[in-house]
């Protein structure tokens, strides 16, 4: 929700997430549940680090604050950037392929910039506050998700089994690599361009992964 703020002369993105009534404080057992506000936080421990980095291109996402009102959501209140998303097909009518169109060359360079940036900061220094990506657990996922692909017809399973294989080959191998922190959805619609810099959004789902996956998910 875009939001004019008056008394403060600036623009505001409001994100709201309603509690789960299930689980909401007085029911047997239950806590309240909301995502926005647990996500958010896993983004506030990664800025708290980052914030101390100076990076080429990448801009973090300001974050004016965040809470719980009363017994009934969540909320995360975002600085407005007024700039202009990356191109991606889920803007097109007919994409080209089945999850978005490559990346123009006129936007290569300053994507790697941005990876380069991410890459600056030493994951150590996230002391498990933001959660390492578990590669075999990963594989085993997507291979299960894969199922609901298969029944709709969007791929085979030689296709899926193929791709697996390919992934566990990879692993393996044991090769050494470079971790780094990225927001959890690095790719296009989450790019905002300004004058110098991007803006990357959408960081509540934050993980330290191997910088390969960063630039193979563009």
Known sequence: ILVDDASQGKRMIVKIDLLDAAHRPGKPKGIAKGDALSESARMEQAFAVMKDYRFFKLCLPAVYGMGRYKDAFDFVLFKHYDGERFAWSEYDDQPLILGGRAVPVSSASSIAMMVFDLTQVPVLKFSKKVPTRNYPERVQQCSEEATAAIDKGLITRTAVDARVQEWLIFF??????????????????????????IVLLDWESAIICAVEEVIAYE
């Open 172 to 197: 393996e191998q044991k090769k050494s690599t470079l971790y780094c922190i990225q927001n959890g959805d690095f790719y296009p619609r989450n790019f905002l361009q300004l004058s110098e810099s």
